[in-house]
């Protein structure tokens, strides 16, 4: 299996917007779902937002904190994965990781859920500045 590898991370100020993109080489989204998570200095590693595979609809899901802040989304043809992030504030500042899983996930729970995601990019630096 190759590596998910994370681009676009960077220093932002508070209000700024960031795009983050993860390029997976040897993950077919027909049968992968793709996550975004981050870990923040002294956190534990948290969903952000998740995308199912195409089998599965391709529906994707939010944290609270980030909903309606955050968009995922999926290119097929370039085989990456998008995190456009906006109105980003300090609690956003964090390493940001792309995540695949094989087929088997059910429901919001599972999707969001680190453990549930086998393979992971090596992640990107955020940092929102005041």
């Known amino acids: 299996q190759e590596q998910l590898k994370e681009f676009g991370g960077g220093l932002v100020p508070v209000g700024g917007s960031l795009r983050l993109s993860c390029l997976a080489p040897?993950?077919?989204?027909?049968?992968?779902?793709m996550g975004w998570f981050r870990q923040g200095p002294g956190k534990e590693r948290e969903s952000v937002a998740a995308?199912?595979?195409?089998?599965?609809?391709?529906?994707?899901y939010y944290s609270d904190s980030v909903k309606g802040r955050f968009t995922i989304s999926k290119d097929n043809a370039k085989n990456t994965v998008d995190l456009q992030m906006n109105s980003l504030n300090a609690e956003d500042t964090a390493t940001y990781y792309c995540a695949a899983r094989d087929l088997g996930c059910s429901g919001r729970d599972c999707y969001m859920t680190p453990n549930e995601y086998r393979f992971w990019g090596q992640g990107t630096q955020v940092t929102v500045s005041s």
């Open positions: 040897g993950f077919s989204f027909s049968r992968y779902a």
């Open positions: 995308i199912t595979s195409d089998w599965s609809g391709g529906h994707t």
